[in-house]
């Protein structure tokens, strides 16, 4: 029995969602926490995967979960999964933004303008 079209799509979000993630939280390098922390002096990280989502890291656990719902082919389980990590994960934005605003200010809010928060070119 071979794997399913959905099945290779849901392997290949997985994967792709785990190597965003993985290359954001490289990316940030020592600015990377799992708690709220501004460090001193922390600069504004907006080149690399932070050049077409604010969040990419979030991106990146989103699709891998998105991933995984679709693997389970049941759709009671896909939304049991999906709503509310995506819930938490809205939150979570929610508070770091608020949190990043307050530290960088307009440099931040010229920031948002100008790049999503999770999806490139929409959202």
């Known amino acids: 029995m071979g794997v399913s079209s959905v099945g290779r799509l849901s392997i290949l979000l997985i994967i792709f969602g785990n190597a965003i993630r993985y290359l954001a939280i490289k990316q940030l390098g020592n600015y990377f926490t799992v708690k709220l922390h501004i460090q001193n002096n922390q600069e504004l990280i907006i080149n690399g995967l932070f050049s077409y989502v604010r969040h990419p890291s979030y991106t990146g656990v989103i699709m891998s979960f998105i991933g995984l719902a679709f693997l389970l082919n049941n759709n009671y389980g896909t939304f049991a999964i999906i709503l509310p990590v995506i819930s938490v994960f809205l939150y979570r934005i929610y508070v ?25 070119r929409l959202w």
């Open 96 to 120: 770091e933004e608020k949190v990043l605003k307050a530290y960088f200010g307009s440099q931040y809010e010229k920031y948002q303008e100008r790049v999503p928060m999770l999806i490139p």
